[in-house]
């Protein structure tokens, strides 16, 4: 049977996550819907890469099987079903074997954090007001280059085979709008793993915790010794890779 690829973008802040959950909307079942709406049968859909309640999607996918003729034509009457702030940005047709999940190679994510009040900016990005040193961030930033287990940078009970992660990418960056954005790629990620890297990096660059301190976070690989507190909204999914 034929398999396709959508790709999508999205603002997180109404849904509770990708992921189909029982009684909350959430991405996947927007699709869903609107697939079915548009070809009157129903669809079963594999995600690419799962993001948590509040954050957004420049870039994510899904894979699923069907015997129907769907073409680009087919784009405009989809994304007229779905909300405002989902879209779907193409469909094609891939590999029979091909799976938008195990087949990426990685993905990439921004974090963004905005200094002065910004009433255009508050649901996506963090309004975080304090004196951050853009070196001291770097310098944390490229640590994490150097290690490959990441068990204190994962929420409690990710049910996960292992916790080791290769990061290619990981820096902080001023936009053009003079936001400090994190920028961070790897081959895959733990539950809640970039909202802890952000939090914690913070730390350093306010001052609050030494290079040598935030190192023996990592080392410890203790979940309780991260900072998870980074709320959802300044994250994106930015780029799903594959080969």
Sequence with gaps: MPRYFLELS??????????IQENAPTIQLHIEKALSTLFKQSFELTGSSRTDAGVHALQNFFHFDTELAITTKHLYNLNAILPNDIAVKSIQTVADTAHCRFDALARS?????????????????????????????????????????????????????????????????ITADQQYMYHVQANRFLRGMVRALVGTMLKVGRGQLSLDAFEQIIIAKDCTKADFSTPPHGLFLAKVIFP
């Design 10 to 19: 999205y603002k997180g802040t109404a849904y509770h996550g990708f992921q």
């Design 109 to 173: 994510y921004h974090y963004y954090i905005y200094q002065q009040k910004q009433p255009f900016l508050n649901d996506r990005a963090w309004f975080y007001p304090y004196t951050l040193d853009l070196s001291l961030l770097n310098q944390a930033a490229a640590l994490l280059k150097q290690h490959t287990d990441f068990t204190s940078f994962a929420k409690r009970h990710s049910q996960v085979f292992t916790h080791n992660c290769n990061i290619h990418i990981s820096e902080w960056i």
